[in-house]
Structure formats: structure tokens, C-alpha cells
């Protein structure tokens, strides 16, 4: 688990390593195949699975916050060609203010 906190931490210096395991602990068996365990930052698809999954069943955030929230997560990460599904998780929740609800 501290190899997702270092991934997280090139983004956010001060990730709560709590955190950070609940939604390693949320992904679970997604974790374990490489593919499912990145993002694809370019496929619509996987970007709507995003939204539906993460931001409106799990931190209850839909519309177009939930859209701005993952622009700004690919932004931010875009420098990155594996995208770990933990940071990129960490970071919408960030950007939607739902870290603490986690």
C-alpha cells in the first residue's frame, strides 16, 4: 500500500495515508490486474465509469461538478502515461471536497 501513498503524494504532498487505504480497500480485486487498476484518461467510456461509480455512487456527486472534477484530475495528471486508478480516485474526491467523507 505505501507504493499507492508515494503515487498520491506526487500530487498531494499531504495525503492522508488513512485515506488513501479505504479506497484501496474500495477498489479491491481491481487492484490486482495492471489494466483495471489504470485509468485511461482517453477513453470516454472509462471516464463515465469514473463518474457513475466513484462520483455519484460512492461520494454522491453527479452533473457537471463531477465532470469538472475529473477534467481537472486529468489535467493534473496528464504528464503521468499510467494513470493509478487509487490517485486518480484520490484526486476527484480532492477536487469534489469528499476526502473527509471517505
Same mark, same amino acid.
Given at each position: 500500500?505505501?507504493?499507492?501513498?508515494?503515487?498520491?503524494?506526487?500530487?498531494?504532498?499531504?495525503?492522508?495515508? @488513512?485515506?488513501? #487505504?479505504?479506497?484501496?480497500?474500495?477498489?479491491?480485486? @481491481?487492484?490486482? #490486474?495492471?489494466?483495471?487498476?489504470?485509468?485511461?484518461?482517453?477513453?470516454?467510456?472509462?471516464?463515465?465509469?469514473?463518474?457513475?461509480?466513484?462520483?455519484?455512487?460512492?461520494?454522491?456527486?453527479?452533473? @457537471?461538478? @463531477?465532470?469538472?472534477?475529473?477534467?481537472?484530475?486529468?489535467?493534473?495528471?496528464?504528464?503521468?502515461?499510467?494513470?493509478?486508478?487509487?490517485?486518480?480516485?484520490?484526486?476527484?474526491?480532492? #477536487?469534489?471536497?469528499?476526502?473527509?467523507?471517505?
Amino acid at each position: 500500500m505505501t507504493d499507492y501513498l508515494a503515487d498520491v503524494q506526487k500530487y498531494d504532498s499531504g495525503a492522508d495515508e @488513512a485515506i488513501v #487505504n479505504k479506497i484501496v480497500r474500495h477498489l479491491g480485486i @481491481a487492484l490486482r #490486474n495492471r489494466d483495471s487498476s489504470l485509468v485511461s484518461a482517453s477513453d470516454p467510456k472509462e471516464l463515465e465509469r469514473v463518474k457513475e461509480k466513484w462520483c455519484e455512487k460512492k461520494l454522491g456527486i453527479s452533473g @457537471a461538478d @463531477a465532470d469538472s472534477a475529473i477534467d481537472a484530475t486529468v489535467k493534473a495528471m496528464s504528464a503521468d502515461r499510467s494513470k493509478s486508478r487509487v490517485t486518480f480516485y484520490y484526486l476527484v474526491a480532492k #477536487n469534489l471536497g469528499k476526502l473527509h467523507t471517505l
